[in-house]
């Protein structure tokens, strides 16, 4: 079944992890695991990642290349089980923007330490991403 708009939302924002979309310039795509926060007490919702200090093979990463060239993402977060009545997905599309200047990081830092455990000591320190989410779609298994 279709979920309602707010049903997707209070979904998508409890899922611990989003596979991030980006498209490059010339529309070669690209997917990678987020953990993410999603504010719903802003007009229109909005959703941040930050690059972190996980390792990573470089800081010339594509998905910000991507997003800097284009700004457009999908999000998409998902239950799966082996028992079908419990499958779900969510996708939120929307326009990126990067925030590297602490005034702009400081609000959606707070939003992801305050989802992630982890982030609370070690909170990133890299470039923050916010996203304007302009199309919510999902689906939940009805039987």
Known sequence: MR????????????????????????GQPHV???????????????AVFAIDHKPKTTTNLRRLRNIAA?????????????????????????????LSEPPDRTEPVT???AKYPQYQENPPQGPVIRIT?????GWAYSG
Request: aromatic share 10%; no cysteine.
């Open 3 to 26: 979920l309602t708009e707010q049903d997707a939302l209070e979904r998508f924002r409890d899922a611990r992890v989003a596979r991030l979309a980006t498209v490059s310039e010339d």
């Open 32 to 46: 990678v695991p987020v953990t993410f926060a999603l504010n719903l007490e802003t007009p229109t919702p909005t």
């Open 70 to 98: 284009t700004e457009r993402i999908s999000l998409l977060a998902d239950e799966y089980s082996e028992d079908w009545t419990h499958l779900w997905w969510v996708r939120l599309d929307g326009t990126a923007r990067i």
């Open 111 to 113: 939003w992801l330490t």
């Open 133 to 137: 989410v302009y199309t919510v779609s």
